[in-house]
Each structure stands twice: as C-alpha cells, then as structure tokens.
C-alpha cells in the first residue's frame, strides 16, 4: 500500500545507481557540504554520496518508515537519515545538493501538477549556487515554472537521447543537474 505523498512504491535502488550522473554533479560541486538524498530508500544512495562528496554531510530522506528502518543500519557520523516530511526537510534547508532520483514517477495516474509540486518543494532546499539533481522522473524539471533560476549543468552518458519512463517521450540525458542562480 503506498504511503500517503508517495509518489513511488517501488524502493528498489542500488549503490552507484546512476555513475555518470553523480560524476557529473561531483565535479560541479567539488566541496559541497550538505547534501540530501531524498527518496533514499534503504540508503545506498548516501553511501554512493559520501564516496562522490568526500566533504559532505549526506541527510538520506524517505516516506517509506519500513525503508527508512532499514536505511539506519548504514547510519555514519557523514550519514543520517530523516523521515522526509516537509517540516522536517525544511528545517535543513540550503542544501548544496539535492539529489531526487526515481521518486517522482508513480506508474498510476501521476499529473504533472503532481510532479511540479514536489519539484518545486525540492529546488527551495537548495541553496542559491547549489545543485538540484532530478533524474529517472515521469516529468523534466526544465518544463517547470522554476527553470529559469537554473542553469543545465551538461552530463557525458553515452547516449544522445533517452526515453523518459512513459517509453515515449525522448529526452536529453544532460537534463538531470541543474545549478540554481545566485541572483
Ligand atoms: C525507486 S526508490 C529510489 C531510490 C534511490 N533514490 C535510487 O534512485 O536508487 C523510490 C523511493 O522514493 C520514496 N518516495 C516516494 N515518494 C516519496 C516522497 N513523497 N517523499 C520521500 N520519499 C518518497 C519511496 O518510498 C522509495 O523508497
């Protein structure tokens, strides 16, 4: 059953899910401090972080109570974990990077409206100059209200064009980190 704001069931994830990604973001943000995962299930995604961010602190934030119990067992004095209620993330706020990938992407009936929202909630916990990282999404950041406060920050992978999850839409694989502007 999903939890209430659950925007996807599934929890599957795995350690460096998403390699050329978190390289790309890595290099744009070499020093970064603070980072969220959001959507972390059971946590190998902070781990994956911390390895790419040796600086930072990694937060790891699910809806998921059951994921997040077993999340705590990777828990580190770099790593912890929170349940991802917006109270509780927007008190961390003015994250360097905010990392969000294949959360947003229900296979039911998922509006865009529904993607945007929580897009929108996401890009106020990155601080100005800080990365928002959304990949593996039903919907593009880009096509939000918010996209122009960034800048695409480009990602080599080794194809020119992927298929977005409803396996029809294509998109360009740069489409993922986005750089908010400081002004
Ligand atoms: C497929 S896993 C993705 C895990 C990891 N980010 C990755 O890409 O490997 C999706 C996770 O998003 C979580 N999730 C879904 N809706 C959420 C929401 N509104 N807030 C926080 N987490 C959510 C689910 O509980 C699940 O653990």
């Given at each position: 059953m999903l939890h209430p704001g659950c925007h996807q069931g599934p929890n599957r994830t795995a350690l460096n899910r998403y390699p050329e990604i978190f390289a790309a973001a890595a290099a744009a943000a070499?020093?970064?401090r603070r980072i969220l995962s959001f959507g972390c299930s059971t946590g190998e995604e902070c781990i994956t972080l911390a390895d790419y961010f040796p600086e930072a602190q990694i937060i790891g934030a699910d809806i998921n109570p059951v994921v997040l119990l077993r999340a705590m067992?990777?828990?580190s004095n770099r790593i912890r974990f929170v349940y991802a209620s917006d109270g509780i993330l927007g008190r961390y706020g003015g994250f360097d990077a905010v990392f969000c990938m294949a959360?947003?992407?229900?296979?039911?009936?998922?509006?865009?409206d529904s993607f945007e929202e929580r897009a929108l909630f996401l890009e106020t916990l990155v601080r100005p100059g800080g990365l928002l990282v959304i990949h593996?999404?039903?919907?593009?950041?880009?096509?939000?209200?918010?996209?122009?406060?960034y800048e695409v920050i480009p990602v080599t992978a080794p194809r020119s064009s992927v298929l977005l999850p409803d396996g029809v839409t294509t998109a360009e694989p740069d489409g993922s980190i986005f750089r908010k502007l400081e002004s």
């Open positions: 070499p020093s970064a067992k990777h828990r959360v947003l992407r229900s296979t039911g009936h998922y509006p865009f593996n999404s039903r919907y593009r950041f880009g096509d939000t209200a918010r996209r122009c406060s």
